[in-house]
């Protein structure tokens, strides 16, 4: 059912991508909804799901990707936090990126490592307010 | 020394991509060997020779980056060989592939499957023969 | 019901793309059969089936989008028969490839052109030898 | 000869891209004059005014392949509003978006969707200033 | 007057890319003359007869663009003879492939490699003909 | 030796791309600098000291790459500086510019011309402020 996709979906949603997650798709409610439901529904619910291989080995896929492709920096921004959500980590994502330098060129590995000091940055940025509460 | 990371280069492109490593190394001879030497050097002596990512996760990584970027079948079908090589399985492959529907479309995706079936139908039309000599 | 995005899915490819896109799923089968059941339920059952845009404006977007890309002519001759099996005539989809000199360059539109002279020619191929059996 | 080109072309920029497109023409004007001459000449004096197709269908043609592109935003800006000035309704331009998920991926789709919900509120912030005024 | 930009471009066609530019525009004539007609007068006619660039540079500028699209080879091919023509020397086309690496990734310098070594064989394998006609 | 190969790749590195290749190389400190050291070694030790090609042709070659990929604004902006640097004027690198509308399409082409804006706006808005201190 349609709804079993659903549910499924926005549950791996959640694990992988969390906040960020839910934060594009909150963003597409107003524009397009049913692009956020088949967001869910497709690579979520149908892809990321699947048994076959670790969210470990789905998330290296994606970061590479993503960095290859070069054009689409909020979605890599989104993913390499995924990637630290589901157990990469720091060194073994900066690999991959330093590892396109093969396969897409300089620039595009090096933007891919800047997108990711922004995430480590924006990370460390939220973590330490939240200490200030303990 | 240079003639380290050659050496390193070398013994990890046999390990990696095995015979179709040697292969492309062997048609650049004529045209420009400088390229031969520096894709030894920089790809296999300074970045899969890394410890810091697996065998295993490269070749997801690169898998995902050549499928997306859609132009580069010659290689991708050498490390589609190579992910065999080090240890991934053809369904975590498959997976990865079908991954990329979602990060490059699904034309691209498709490409991708279909050089993987005749890397397999190619190393299939290699086996038997070789079965015949047992 | 997943059934449903199935067999709605099918319909549409089988209006759409008629032959072409059976051989693609028929050719799907030994390798990944699960990324045929995805490319007819995902493309064809959720998206192509939605009503909110006619089936010649959706071709024209793929003839445009795969000419754009480049590195997907297999899939680029299905749409290209696509196009004229939903009523675009053979000028608009020249059209349409004349106008991505404008967005993707002229070697990009180029391709696409001849890639739709290779569609012309198969088909005007085929249909001489039906015309003898009557 | 070159004039009426020129003219021709500055009167389809007028009527597709409106005030969007003179501003573009307008900021090469001090680094390459030139440039913003060939793009009034060649994509609006030659390709635009031809009257094999619809500016319906040509803006989406164009929405599409900027969108597949995935790195012109600047301009996939100027031609989601030149899609509405020529009569796509914003459920179909929704539409070809979204059905780019399919062809380059869900990451370029939602770039394409995330510029035309600013398209559209920055025409509505627009909007309703005016209504003040009366 | 168009005529002259026509003129003009077929002049700079036949100096830059001699037989192989002449048999691009023939291919044309039977699917899509207009595209050939557009060939010749904006690429050539407007463009690579301006004096503010000379020839050798253009052609390095083209051949790299093409590397690092990737996804035109028999444009770079007509390209990387047109480079040969307007004076450029083998190893200096060599040089800009190889330097595709840092900036497009390695299979994408390589495939450029390989064309070339096409070109090159595919020029040695007409002159021996020509000269066994002396 | 690894050392010469840094060497004189820092060297390289200062004569090309300025203080702009420094500030990127500079960035890298803290989240990669294995990535710093693989950029001054491969792209600047190994391929841009050799001496077949001149610094002229070499930076023309990546602009031309660079605007045509289209997604690497940062990078495209130190090259065009770099172009500067090495004797190109602002006229064959606004032609270089100009000539890709023909390989990568106008908003490939537009984008560049825009980078180009900026970077002399930049190196404008510099020289005043020294022009102050005499």
Same mark, same amino acid.
């Given at each position: 059912?349609?709804?079993?996709?659903f549910t499924?979906?926005?549950?791996q949603l959640s $694990?992988?991508?969390?906040? !960020?997650?839910?934060n *594009?798709?909150?963003s597409l409610?107003? &524009?397009?909804p049913d /692009?956020?439901?088949f967001?869910?529904?497709?690579?979520f619910?149908d892809i990321y799901?699947?048994p076959?291989l670790?969210?470990?080995?789905r998330?290296?896929?994606?970061?590479?990707?993503l960095?290859?492709?070069g054009?689409?920096?909020p979605q890599? $921004?989104?993913?390499?936090? !995924?990637?630290?959500? *589901?157990?990469?980590t720091?060194?073994? &994502?900066?690999?991959? /990126?330093?590892q396109?330098t093969?396969?897409?060129?300089?620039p595009?590995a090096?933007?891919?490592?800047f997108?990711f000091?922004?995430?480590l940055q924006e990370?460390k940025?939220?973590?330490?307010?939240?200490d200030l509460?303990?």
């Open positions: 059912m349609e709804n079993s996709r499924v979906g926005l549950e $694990k992988i991508d969390g906040e !960020a997650g839910h *594009v798709i909150e409610q107003d &524009i397009c /692009l956020a439901k967001t869910i529904e497709y690579p619910g799901s699947r076959a670790d969210l470990k080995s998330e290296i896929a994606t970061i590479a990707a960095t290859a492709l054009h689409c920096k890599l $921004k989104v993913h390499l936090n !995924a990637a630290l959500n *589901v157990g990469c720091e060194d073994e &994502i900066k690999e991959v /990126l330093l396109m093969v396969y897409a060129g300089f595009a090096l933007n891919g490592m997108a000091k922004e995430v990370s940025a939220i973590q330490p307010s939240n509460d303990t």
